[in-house]
């Protein structure tokens, strides 16, 4: 057991949990979104130093905004004394410093769709790269009241899409340009707020969510790692006993064979449930890595369909689009994919109904979507269909859809889907077309 859980913590502090290099915090996951009153230039080389040394060290793509009192120049000298290794990141690409009018006021004016899409450019750009993640911090004095409102608006939005991004953001404002209304429209944009009190840093508000998330997180990784082993030994002596089978039994008992054939194949249906909550778990612990290879999208439908049973009364169609090309896609995961969906489009219809499995081409990206003319989504469960442990069935984990996201997310693509409660759901999944062109055959 021992052994087992020192693994163990070790994969969740290289998957889930990052060090913030801030004392008042500790580690941190994914998605963390928090702010730093300052006074002096003292108090921002204090908090962003360390953060910004931590996520050097961690991995992680770094990017500091700075601005008056501590410019790029300061900022550098000031991490250099943390990191003396400095340069080696630098020629790595991992790290840029640059001043708020090379960020926020590109093009002379903060426009806010522009700045929440370069960070999302910057993530993108990071893990392609190979970083494990973005690590960002702005300073905020530059702003004029004129771009107040919408900053603030800017700061709601990154609040609400951080916890789908492989991104950590540290926001640090001048208390000194702040009025009591500010104060609390920044603490409520934050996830938490760090303030000095004399020597000592203290975070005001608690990380709930991120606390949630990593909470998951760690349960996940626990439970997917340590049965995994268990079960992988279940499917090797079932293959064992069913091999064994022919040899014991003679053709006078022959239906004592056939009812020992049922019990394994009951027995073998229930391990291939464990299997897809343990690869949910896995999968949603930690981000999973594609193997591409070049894949039929009709084999890959043919393969999960013939995995899962699909009752009667459900009638299957599947429609792929003439000059559909063949995907570069890991074939494993994908099949996970779209056997999640699948089970939850069954599931959606007990008493009967359509399931339509559709796949066309857009000039960058091919479109697969599993339609179902099931129960639908009512409206208040929209926002919580990825979130993880969401789930309505009795029997369900709610894992099946956060892992659907990690698995396309990890393929560059990305999952969307649409609904009408007595109508059905439509899950579209985006994969963006690369190298492969050759046609479907
Ligand atoms: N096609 C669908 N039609 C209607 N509701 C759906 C559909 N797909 C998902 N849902 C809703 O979303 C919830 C979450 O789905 P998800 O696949 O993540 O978990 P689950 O199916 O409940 O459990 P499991 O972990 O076994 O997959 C479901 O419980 C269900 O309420
Ligand atoms: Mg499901």
Redesign the pocket.
């Known amino acids: 057991m021992e052994r087992v859980h020192g693994k163990w913590i070790k994969e969740m502090e290289n998957f889930t949990l990052r060090k913030s290099g801030i004392e008042a915090f500790g580690d941190i996951p994914w998605g963390t979104h928090f702010c730093q009153f300052y006074e002096t230039k003292e108090d921002l080389i204090d908090i962003l130093v360390p953060y910004f040394a931590a996520g050097l060290g961690n991995n992680e793509f770094c990017i500091w905004v700075t601005s008056q009192p501590l410019d790029t120049e300061e900022a550098w000298v000031a991490l250099k004394e943390a990191v003396p290794d400095l340069e080696q990141y630098v020629e790595k690409g991992q790290i840029e410093i640059l001043p708020y009018t090379d960020w926020y006021l590109l093009g002379g004016k903060f426009d806010s769709d522009r700045v929440l899409h370069l960070w999302g450019e910057k993530e993108k750009r990071a893990l392609a790269q190979g970083f494990e993640g973005l690590r960002a911090s702005g300073n905020t004095i530059w702003l004029e009241r004129s771009f107040w409102k919408s900053f603030v608006d800017y700061e709601a939005k990154i609040n609400e899409l951080i916890g789908e991004h492989r991104m950590i953001a540290l926001c640090t404002y001048s208390l000194a340009k702040c009025t009591s209304n500010d104060v609390v429209e920044v603490i409520r944009n934050h996830q938490s707020t760090l303030v000095r009190k004399g020597k000592s840093w203290f975070p005001v508000g608690k990380l709930r969510e991120a606390e949630r998330l990593a909470t998951i997180g760690e349960t996940a990784a626990l439970v997917g790692h340590d049965l995994r082993n268990p079960l992988q030994a279940i499917v090797g002596s079932l293959y064992l006993v069913k091999r064994s089978l022919n040899s014991i039994f003679s053709p006078e008992n022959l239906k004592q064979k056939y009812s020992l054939e049922e019990l394994l194949q009951t027995i073998e249906k229930q391990v291939d449930y464990m299997n ?2 343990v690869s ?1 778990l896995e999968d949603y612990a930690r981000p999973p890595i594609p193997q591409l290879v070049e894949t039929s999208l009709s084999q890959l439908i043919n393969d999960t369909l013939s995995a899962i049973t699909v009752p009667e009364k459900v009638k299957v169609s599947i429609e792929i689009e003439q000059g559909f090309p063949r995907l570069m896609v890991d074939p494993l995961m994908m099949r996970r994919v779209l056997a ?1 969906l699948v ?3 069954l ?2 219809m007990p008493e009967g109904g359509r399931l339509t499995i559709r796949a066309s081409k857009n000039e960058d990206a091919a479109l697969i979507s599993v339609e ?1 003319t ?4 009512p409206e208040e ?1 929209l926002c919580k ?1 990825f979130q993880p442990l ?4 009795s029997k ?7 892992a659907c996201k990690q698995l396309v997310e990890a393929h560059g693509g990305s999952i969307k889907f649409e ?1 009408k409660v007595g109508r059905g ?1 439509t ?1 579209t999944v985006k994969i963006p077309l690369k190298r492969a062109n050759n046609l479907e055959k």
């Not at 099931?374 to 989504?377: C, D, S, V």
């Not at 369900?396 to 956060?402: E, N």
């Open positions: 897809k909550i949910d999640n089970t939850n489009a599931q959606a179902d099931g129960a639908g989504i469960n269909m969401f789930t309505t069935k369900g984990q709610g894992l099946g859809l956060p609904s759901s899950f």
